[in-house]
């Protein structure tokens, strides 16, 4: 079981700059890939980014360029750096564990949701 808590959320202007935190608890935090997800009002919950537990990074295109993903896996964190913030990156931020693979010598998926932070762009 991991629980996960998002924080760092807020009201920025076009073309500032947040950091969001996503602290981790519970075991085997490493094992995880991470994600920062967003949902829109009236829009469908979208991947933001990701990072592997071997530390493999994926961006939409949407936030390549602007957005850094990281992870400390001994504080158990991910965080997302999100500069150059457009009045389009509003909407509430959730970050996500997930494992899907062997343990304890069974096939399990692990998936695991924060309660979001909202980020609002506008001036």
């Known amino acids: 079981q991991v629980q996960l808590v998002e924080s760092g959320g807020g009201l920025v202007q076009p073309g500032g700059s947040l950091r969001l935190s996503c602290a981790g608890s519970?075991?085997?935090?490493?094992?995880?890939?991470m994600g920062w997800y967003r949902q829109a009002p009236g829009k469908q919950r979208e991947l933001v980014a990701r990072?592997?537990?071997?530390?493999?990074?994926y961006y939409s295109d949407s936030v390549k360029g602007r957005f850094t993903i990281s992870r400390d896996n001994g504080k158990t964190m991910v965080s997302l750096q999100m500069n150059s913030l457009k009045p389009e990156d509003t909407a509430v931020y959730f970050c996500?564990?997930?494992?899907?693979?062997?343990?304890?010598?069974?096939?399990?998926?692990?998936?695991?949701w924060g309660q979001g932070t909202q980020v609002t762009v506008s001036s």
């Open positions: 996500n564990a997930y494992y899907s693979g062997l343990y304890g010598g069974t096939y399990r998926t692990f998936d695991y």
């Open positions: 519970g075991s085997s935090f490493s094992m995880y890939a």
């Open positions: 990072i592997t537990s071997g530390s493999i990074i």
